[in-house]
């Protein structure tokens, strides 16, 4: 039996991603607060995610966008590169590229106002519900929140209850509070 090194794997990986044979490329990126499963399609990032179950979160990705799915460090790099700098307090803004298309219009729209909300500052469900111009959908939003594909990039944990109190975070309250302390948003 022939072992593929680690060299030829890298390049194999790196050459199918360069020649566009891949639906979907993901890896894992060190973070603050854990590893994460990033992955991008060649419209951009689609997917960031806590505490994967890779074999769970890749048929989710296969299910969603194609069957071609290989973990490929190269296509993840820019959002590597940018989360590092985010964790590392060199970057307030994200300049990514992302592939919300899968998702309805309404959440489209909440995440569209979701990704305006400043680095460093909060706002409650009703009040992003409407900038998205449902002003009564404060729980909808709640649930597109929950569901958010992209956290950190598309900033949820910006999102606080009507008193002002951390709740409903998909990744957990500690994350949340984690984040929102590296910004300055809570001491």
């Known amino acids: 039996m ?3 090194t ?3 794997d890298r390049l194999f990986r790196d050459a199918a991603a360069r020649e566009r044979l891949l639906d979907v490329a993901y890896d894992f990126v060190d973070s603050p607060v854990g590893t994460l499963l990033v992955a991008a399609t060649e419209r951009g990032v689609c997917r960031i995610s806590y505490d994967a179950d890779p074999e769970r979160e890749l048929d989710q990705l296969a299910r969603a966008f194609g069957v071609r799915v290989l973990r490929s460090p190269a296509p ?3 959002a590597r590169r940018e989360l590092d700098e985010y ?6 803004d994200f300049d990514l590229n992302v592939d919300v298309r899968l ?9 569209r106002e979701l990704a305006r909300v400043p680095y460093g500052e909060v706002v409650t469900y009703g009040e992003l519900a409407t900038r998205a111009a449902r002003p009564r959908a404060a729980r909808a939003v709640g649930m597109v ?3 958010n594909p992209l956290p950190i990039v598309l900033p949820c944990h910006r999102v606080v209850g009507a008193n002002g109190k951390l ?5 957990g309250l500690d994350r949340k ?5 590296l910004e300055g948003a809570i001491l």
């Open 6 to 8: 680690p060299d030829l």
């Open 145 to 147: 929140m929950n569901r």
């Open 177 to 181: 509070e984690a984040l929102l302390r």
């Open 167 to 171: 709740v409903g975070y998909a990744g």
């Open 76 to 78: 993840v790099e820019p």
């Open 2 to 4: 022939t072992t593929v």
């Open 103 to 111: 998702l309805g219009d309404f959440n489209r729209r909440v995440l």
């Open 87 to 92: 964790f590392g307090g060199r970057r307030r």
